[in-house]
């Protein structure tokens, strides 16, 4: 069983940056490709970013390419989300989620690949 705790997130002007963080515990398995999710008002869970094991590979959304930055810890056993230029469409709930199950990919982009997350914290950007 593993648990993921989400902060970091709050209300910033457009144009502002956060940085999440998501920490790992309990049974945490010595590196899994993790991920961030998010959920804006009213619709589906999106995919934001992904990142391999050894924290070499990632792959962004199109939508946060250049704006966003995935970082890992694995002695520490965290995540962290690094968000730059934020905008009003940034707004959601981010969620970050670990993949526990071996495999073979380097990092995985579907919300069904993975398979414990946190609770979520709210990111809210006003115009």
């Known amino acids: 069983q593993v648990q993921l705790v989400e902060s970091g997130g709050g209300l910033v002007q457009a144009g502002g940056s956060l940085r999440l963080s998501c920490a790992a515990s309990g049974r945490t398995f010595s590196s899994r490709p993790m991920g961030w999710f998010r959920q804006p008002p009213g619709k589906e869970r999106e995919f934001v970013v992904a990142?391999?094991?050894?924290?070499?590979?990632?792959y962004y959304a199109e939508s946060v390419k250049g704006r966003f930055t995935i970082s890992r810890d694995n002695a520490k056993n965290t995540i962290a989300l690094q968000m730059n230029n934020l905008k009003p469409e940034d707004t959601a709930v981010y969620y970050c989620?670990?993949?526990?199950?071996?495999?073979?990919?380097?990092?995985?982009?579907?919300?069904?690949?993975?398979?414990?997350w946190g609770q979520g914290t709210q990111v809210t950007v006003s115009s």
């Open positions: 989620a670990i993949r526990t199950k071996l495999s073979g990919g380097a990092y995985y982009t579907a919300l069904n690949d993975y398979d414990s």
């Open positions: 990142v391999s094991r050894s924290g070499s590979s990632t």
